[in-house]
């Protein structure tokens, strides 16, 4: 089972950019899909962004459509979520999470493990 890390968060101005990487670790990287999930202060986690474990297929949350994009690198058991335009709204930890699947899910219990999450911060 691979164990996801993620990194890259920060502090950001409303219209800037973060990149964050999902690195793992474990068995072959490229069995998974990876999904990217974001939790803020009071709510429930939500889905984000997510693709397929090619990398050919990938699917976003309509909120960061047009300003996010996911992508893998597998040889380097990789994922990144490039994340343009940021707005006050963006502000959650975000969670990497890795899948057993060829396909992708938007339902945070169908992934087999998680990382511990990089906090995000967007000011106004």
């Known amino acids: 089972q691979v164990q996801p890390v993620e990194s890259g968060g920060g502090l950001v101005q409303a219209g800037g950019s973060l990149r964050l990487s999902c690195a793992a670790s474990?068995?072959?990287?490229?069995?998974?899909?990876i999904g990217w999930f974001r939790q803020a202060p009071g709510k429930e986690r939500e889905f984000v962004a997510a693709?397929?474990?090619?990398?050919?297929?990938?699917y976003y949350a309509d909120g960061v459509k047009g300003r996010f994009t996911i992508s893998r690198d597998n040889a380097k058991n990789t994922v990144r979520l490039q994340m343009n335009s940021l707005k006050p709204e963006d502000t959650a930890v975000y969670y990497c999470?890795?899948?057993?699947?060829?396909?992708?899910?938007?339902?945070?219990?169908?992934?087999?493990?998680w990382g511990q999450g990089t906090q995000v911060t967007v000011s106004s």
């Open positions: 999470a890795a899948r057993l699947n060829s396909w992708y899910s938007r339902t945070s219990d169908q992934y087999d493990s």
């Open positions: 474990g068995r072959p990287f490229s069995y998974y899909s």
């Open positions: 693709l397929s474990a090619s990398g050919g297929s990938t």
